[in-house]
């Protein structure tokens, strides 16, 4: 009668196999988290322009310019605050990953660890338009997408007539 493996072999079995499982789920939704942090701002900007349109139209009432420049800027913090909180958890996957990769000896066995930090992947000596982070650097855009919103709002309401 064969005993089968030592105890400590199917225990480092089932933790691999477990290991790889886990890294398969927590891939899978992390991209899953990166796609939709991504069309946020693409939404949005659709969204903006829109409302933008509608809030300079010279022909339209002080009442609708205002409403819609209201609107875009409340677009604006909305679609910053599910940016952030898709790439928060697009991060916490992330580091989980890693761990995951550390554990399975993938940075050991490819000389990185695939889910590294980019500049860890390609090197330091990246063009400095490439070392920008794209998160920021759209956060940036949307914000500005809502301080516009803000001086329409204001203008309107107040009726300057500065836009138009």
Same mark, same amino acid.
């Given at each position: 009668?064969?005993?089968?493996?030592?105890? $400590?072999?199917?225990?480092?079995?089932?933790?691999?196999?477990?290991?790889?499982?886990?890294?398969?789920?927590? %891939?899978?939704?992390? $991209?899953?988290?990166?796609?939709? =942090?991504?069309?946020?701002?693409?939404?949005? $900007?659709?969204?903006?322009?829109? @409302?933008?349109?509608?809030? @300079?139209?010279?022909?339209?009432?002080?009442?609708?310019?205002?409403?819609?420049?209201?609107?875009?800027?409340?677009?604006?913090?909305?679609?910053?605050?599910? =940016?952030?909180?898709?790439?928060?958890?697009?991060?916490?996957?992330?580091?989980?990953?890693? +761990?995951?990769? +550390?554990?399975?000896?993938?940075?050991?066995?490819?000389?990185?660890?695939?889910?590294?930090? %980019?500049? @860890?992947?390609?090197?330091?000596?990246?063009?400095?338009?490439?070392?920008?982070?794209?998160?920021? @650097?759209?956060?940036? %855009?949307?914000?500005?997408? %809502?301080?516009?919103?803000?001086?329409?709002?204001?203008?309107?309401?107040?009726?300057?007539?500065?836009?138009?």
């Amino acid at each position: 009668m064969n005993p089968g493996p030592p105890d $400590t072999q199917v225990e480092d079995q089932v933790s691999r196999d477990v290991l790889i499982a886990a890294y398969t789920v927590v %891939g899978a939704r992390r $991209t899953s988290l990166d796609t939709m =942090m991504w069309q946020v701002p693409a939404l949005a $900007t659709a969204a903006q322009a829109f @409302l933008l349109t509608i809030a @300079l139209q010279t022909d339209g009432s002080r009442a609708a310019q205002a409403i819609a420049a209201a609107l875009g800027a409340v677009l604006a913090v909305l679609s910053a605050q599910l =940016m952030a909180k898709h790439r928060y958890l697009e991060m916490s996957d992330s580091r989980l990953t890693e +761990r995951i990769e +550390r554990q399975l000896g993938l940075e050991r066995r490819l000389g990185v660890a695939p889910h590294a930090a %980019g500049r @860890l992947r390609l090197g330091e000596r990246q063009p400095w338009w490439i070392r920008l982070s794209s998160y920021r @650097l759209w956060l940036v %855009g949307v914000a500005t997408f %809502g301080v516009a919103d803000l001086v329409v709002a204001f203008d309107a309401m107040a009726g300057l007539g500065l836009l138009g």
